[in-house]
């Protein structure tokens, strides 16, 4: 496999969780998280922890939905790698709700539905968008 199809894959599906977050945390659900969590939030993010996450959550998308088995691997339809990729989002970002809504005191149910919705949400687009540049870029 050419190293170039892996690398796009990888910054496509990075670039457009970035971007899809970037308008949702910063725009269109930041009322919300104000509401609900507002007193728990920093005044400004941590942007190493939040690099980090990108970076692992953007591989772990890569590794199980965009291209498990290289790109001629089972996850060859685009609807397989758009559900898988939906399952990971839903399972990583449950992971995070459930865990708050179990530990923390007054997390808002409602949010974490959102969020576990959105996390279903995202991975799918941004893994379309990796399978996409896998399959401009590689061998596919």
């Known amino acids: 496999m050419r190293l ?7 910054a496509a599906t990075l670039g457009a969780m970035l971007a899809l977050d970037l308008l949702w945390l910063g725009v269109v659900a930041k009322p919300i ?3 609900g969590i507002g007193h728990l939030m ?3 993010p941590n942007l190493v922890a939040a690099a ?8 772990g998308l890569m590794i199980f939905s965009v291209s498990p088995g290289g790109p ?3 996850s060859a339809g685009w609807a ?7 399952l990971f ?3 990583a970002y449950a992971t995070y709700d459930l865990t708050n809504l179990a530990t923390l005191r007054g997390w808002p149910v409602g949010l ?6 959105w996390g279903t949400g995202i991975s799918a687009v941004a893994a379309l968008a990796g399978r996409a540049a896998l399959e401009h870029f590689g061998t596919i």
């Open 4 to 10: 170039a199809g892996p690398l796009a894959a990888y």
């Open 52 to 59: 980090l996450f990108y970076a692992v959550f953007a591989l």
């Open 33 to 35: 998280y104000q509401r």
């Open 112 to 117: 974490a539905l959102l969020d576990m919705a």
């Open 72 to 74: 001629s691997g089972p």
């Open 89 to 91: 989002g839903f399972f």
């Open 80 to 86: 397989r790698t758009a559900g898988t990729a939906a």
């Open 42 to 44: 920093a005044e400004q």
